[in-house]
């Protein structure tokens, strides 16, 4: 990547960040201000955007339980909302047309079918990048989303195979033979250690994936997402995805930029591009809707519609293709894109405040959620816990595990990640699902008995929404929160934290206590 990209990306990026926006955004504006100066997408760029995409993929498989897309809520939800959208996409487009729009009026009912199905999709860029700064990817709207944003790249996939002609190899059948040496894969984590082997060999499976599928005529990007897929039950598979988290990151910036390199807009253009995007909205009711007629909770929906009201950057690969093979006018690449950077503002922004949102109108969205909620969505009990730890992570489980030793019982451990949950309860230890952030959740277990929180979470912006979730519920108890900055420590006491644990400062001076203990007994012995 050129220096002059890297610059005006680092620009715009930290402008938006003080603007308390998503540095996201900023890309995408940097790669409009590229072009506006002539500058133009290269090969280079497009590489490295490319690889961002193939290396996200790979790192959502690394978190995908295959399981979570054979569950009704999820494929059916998925085909309806797509079938759904399209019907009244085209329908709002064939309008469009008779009143004489620039750009519908010369469309007919199969080119306007066409173009909703490209905005039929969510960014899996935007919602994984957003679920992943607010610490959200495995809670159950995190998951449900990226459920569905794997079943719209299936449909991506199949529409790429019958629109483009190209049909898989036979050799294609052979790719279930990677079922059976898993283990290899997974021998291969357990011997690259902690590191700089075990990043390089997450990006060997991520493209060696790719490769493979290209090689037998399916789609490279359903290749890096099966691998990670693959793999995603090792004990390694959550320390390789953190470990590629900052690679992935880095190379996003360019698929962003090349955003908005694909064309510069007019202001007709623009326009048209701003009349789609204020759209989005029936996109969110139709996943709401959706999702509650599906039993999911009111909550659950109304997060997981929000994050994924958005347009996709898979639309415009399948606007490319229609292009390439005469179905769809240029102008709609251009469109699109803007639609997308658009869309992409709107949910960073909107998302911000979700939980603050559902608080306000939860009475209201809640009428709409079904008396028998789904299995997932039944509330715990915390009979007899007297320590609540939340969040299940390397220093919660740490605290979790040191007082469940002390007290013998009524310390219990809670987090949204079930597989982090059913790894203590085969342990013998008290551990309950749950999302800290749901104020549905407080409001639904009786926490009269506890004590103390424990709040082990790596955000400072969760740990403060659940302070005020719990204080929101009339909770009478003492909270306790880690923070990793010195920052990070006073806006936690005022948002009612009773004790902030500085990460860092706290456990060097906790090494450093045990360490002259241990130099105290030798004294002793002497």
């Known amino acids: 990547m050129e220096y002059i990209y890297l610059l005006i990306a680092f620009l715009f990026g930290f402008g938006f ?7 996201l955004i900023g890309y995408l504006v940097a790669g409009f201000i590229l072009n ?89 860029v935007c919602v994984v990048k957003i679920l992943e700064e607010s610490g959200e990817s495995r809670t159950r709207h995190g998951k449900v989303a990226i459920g569905i944003l794997v079943m719209q790249d299936i449909f991506a996939v199949l529409f790429l195979v019958f629109a483009t002609g190209k ?11 990677l079922i059976p040496i898993v283990p290899i894969f997974h021998r291969l984590l357990n011997q690259s250690g902690h590191g700089e082997l075990l990043p390089l060999s997450g990006f060997i499976l991520a493209l060696g994936g790719y490769q493979l599928f290209e090689l037998v005529g399916v789609k490279g990007d359903l290749g890096a997402l099966i691998f990670g897929i693959l793999i995603a039950g090792h004990s390694k598979a959550n320390e390789l995805s953190k470990s590629l988290l900052a690679f992935k990151d880095l190379f996003l910036i360019g698929f962003f930029l090349t955003i908005g390199l694909t064309a510069l807009p007019t202001f007709e253009i623009t326009g048209i591009a701003l009349l789609i995007t204020l759209l989005i909205p029936i996109k969110f009711f139709l996943f709401f809707k959706l999702l509650t007629q599906f039993k999911m909770r009111a909550r659950t929906s109304f997060l997981s519609g929000l994050i994924m009201s958005n347009y996709s950057e898979f639309g415009l690969i399948v606007a ?69 730890v939340i969040g299940m992570g390397r ?33 013998n230890y008290e551990a309950i699902m749950g999302d800290g952030e749901n104020i549905d959740l407080w409001e639904n277990v009786d ?47 005022d948002v009612g934290v009773d004790k902030v644990f500085n990460f860092f400062t706290e456990a060097g001076l906790g090494f450093a206590e045990e360490s002259f203990e241990l130099l105290n007994k030798d004294s002793k012995s002497a």
């Open 320 to 388: 490319a293709v229609a292009v390439s093979i005469g179905m769809l006018d240029e102008v709609w690449l251009v469109i699109l894109a803007l639609s997308v950077s658009f869309s992409f503002v709107f949910t960073s922004s909107i998302y911000k405040n979700s939980h603050k949102q559902y608080t306000k109108q939860k009475e209201r969205l809640k009428k709409h959620q079904s008396l028998a909620p789904l299995k997932e969505d039944i509330y715990p009990t915390m009979d007899g816990t007297k320590v609540l």
């Open 36 to 124: 506006a100066w002539g500058i133009e997408n290269n090969e280079n760029l497009q590489y490295i955007a490319n690889l961002g995409i193939t290396i996200m993929l790979f790192t959502i498989g690394l978190k995908l339980n295959i399981q979570d897309l054979l569950k009704r809520e999820i494929w059916l939800s998925s085909i309806l909302h797509t079938s759904i959208w399209i019907g009244l996409i085209s329908g709002i487009f064939m309008f469009f047309s008779v009143l004489g729009l620039p750009y519908f009026l010369d469309i007919d009912l199969v080119t306007a079918i066409l173009i909703g199905f490209a905005f039929s999709f969510s960014s899996t």
């Open 447 to 493: 926490f009269s008995d506890i004590e103390l929180v424990l709040l082990a979470l790596p955000s400072v912006e969760d740990s403060s929404n659940i302070t005020n979730q719990l204080r929101s519920a009339s909770y009478k108890g003492k909270i306790a929160a880690i923070a990793r900055y010195e920052d990070e420590v006073q806006p936690l006491l």
């Open 167 to 177: 049909v898989p190899s036979p050799w294609a059948l052979s790719l279930f033979l």
């Open 395 to 427: 220093v919660g489980r740490g605290a979790f595990t040191a007082l469940s030793k002390q007290m013998e019982k009524g310390v219990t451990g809670m987090d949204a990640d079930i597989e982090k949950i059913n790894s203590l309860r085969e342990q």
């Open 17 to 23: 960040k003080l603007l308390n926006l998503p540095p």
